[in-house]
């Protein structure tokens, strides 16, 4: 009964020529398919909660360029103030009206930050908000919780030490131990790691940066309690609390996951969809705080491309269409009912499989328990995802490809379509757990 997908000829000799010209055949690691198989697909075209590859297979889509396209590929509002402002010039190097309109838009939905700065991508975001936080309080050291993905900033890319130690190591060479040690590693939901460090180091602490909503490394979800004693422990410690919200940000509501859990942070950084698919950042604060900014500070920080206006109408068109009443309660529906579908089906089967969700965002957890700590994540069980990867794409399916990568249900998966996508799951899953 199931459709089979031919063949990836096309994307195949497509890959083999960007060999020629980028690093491993890519301009972003994750997409030369290195935990799953065969080549990567070169996708021609999008349209709704499908893609369409360079060998004419088509896919119900659940990476959604890494989540940025929460209304779905080639929405119509979005591509037609596209259209409309580049007909007008692509780039000014000025201030724009269009600017404007997106920061007001978001700056009058959001009751956790009073004013906003425009970069272009999440990276840049969370590069500046650190130098913000550095600035702002006169200290160097960072904490970050081990399972957390910040982009690729210098001081970021570092793992645990080994043994008890929690200064960082990096993971990427090029990146100097003197810098890594301004960074401190800590797991998630672990209060007393948490306590540890704060009593040994806050003296010297600026910030303390945290995916609220930890979704890249399995969606890592934490207990409230824990986000809250982190707000609490900073404050008491005269810490400022970074929440990364690159990914929950417009994801798990208009006011991401601040609002979602009412905790106010003093510096929440945005990316991904704040740009309706163009490259967007943003870090935001209190009017008091982001004062510490040039020209109104001393923090440099600036952009020949900030704010670019085409990328401001992608923005605007998409957040528009975020703010209007019950957009986030149906995606959570559509999204709760898809992994409802897929939950029974594993449950009956007593498949050792879970699938831990928020918002509209999913991850397909290859084991029995609640994972709420990357070292709880057994690295052997990717080989099954490996397996379902494959088998889904045999069948028309698109997850991103890697089993740490959690799946995004945008405004255009219809209930139709998460009905297509669960019977395609779950004919896959028999197949995983045949392999075991
Ligand atoms: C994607 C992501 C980043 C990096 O954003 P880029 O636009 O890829 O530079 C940073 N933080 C989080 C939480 C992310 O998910």
């Not at 070169?42 to 396209?69: A, K, V």
């Amino acid at each position: 009964m199931s459709k089979t997908i031919n063949q990836r000829n096309n994307s195949a000799a497509h890959f083999a020529e960007a060999k020629k010209y980028f690093p491993g055949g890519v301009n972003s690691p994750v997409r030369a398919f290195k935990s799953v198989s065969g080549p990567p697909l070169f996708i021609r075209s999008g349209s709704g909660c499908r893609i369409m590859d360079e060998d004419d297979n088509e896919y119900l889509d659940f990476c959604c360029s890494w989540g940025p396209l929460i209304l779905g590929h080639d929405n119509e509002l979005i591509r037609e103030e596209v259209i409309a402002t580049v007909r007008k010039g692509t780039s000014f190097g000025t201030p724009t009206v269009l600017g404007n309109k997106l920061g007001k838009l978001i700056l009058d939905h959001n009751r956790f930050i009073e004013k906003i700065r425009f970069v272009s991508s999440g990276t840049e975001a969370v590069m500046s908000a650190i130098r913000l936080a550095r600035g702002a309080t006169g200290k160097s050291k960072i904490v970050k919780f081990e399972g957390c993905y910040h982009g690729h900033v210098d001081s970021l890319l570092v793992k645990a030490g080994s043994g008890l130690a929690t200064f960082g190591e990096s993971t990427s060479a090029g990146i100097p131990e003197p810098f890594a040690r301004e960074t401190l590693v800590i797991p998630l939901n672990d209060l007393e790691a948490l306590d540890q460090v704060l009593e040994d180091h806050a003296d010297d602490i600026a910030g303390i940066i945290i995916e609220p909503v930890p979704a890249n490394n399995g969606l890592l979800l934490q207990n409230p309690c824990f986000l809250l004693a982190l707000r609490e422990r900073c404050y008491a410690h005269g810490v400022l609390l970074i929440f990364d919200e690159v990914i929950s940000g417009f994801r798990v509501g208009f006011e991401g996951a601040a609002g979602l859990y009412h905790i106010q942070p003093d510096i929440i950084t945005y990316g991904k969809i704040i740009g309706g698919g163009m490259p967007v950042g943003a870090y935001g604060a209190s009017h008091e705080m982001m004062s510490n900014i040039a020209p109104d500070g001393p923090v440099y920080q600036a952009g020949t491309l900030s704010a670019n206006p085409v990328a401001m109408s992608a923005g605007y068109a998409a957040l528009r269409q975020l703010a209007a009443p019950g957009f986030f309660a149906d995606q959570e529906y559509r999204t709760k009912y898809f992994i409802s579908i897929l939950q029974d089906y594993c449950a009956g089967k007593n498949y050792p499989v879970h699938f831990p969700t928020i918002g509209s965002i999913f991850w397909i957890a290859f084991a029995q328990n609640r994972i709420q700590r990357a070292d709880q994540i057994d690295p052997k069980k990717m080989e099954l995802f490996k397996i379902l990867h494959h088998e889904l794409l045999q069948r028309g399916c698109y997850l991103g490809p890697s089993g740490y990568e959690v799946g995004f249900v945008s405004a255009a998966h219809k209930i139709e379509d998460l009905e297509e996508a669960a019977a395609l799951i779950c004919e896959a899953m028999d197949l995983v757990f045949a392999s075991v």
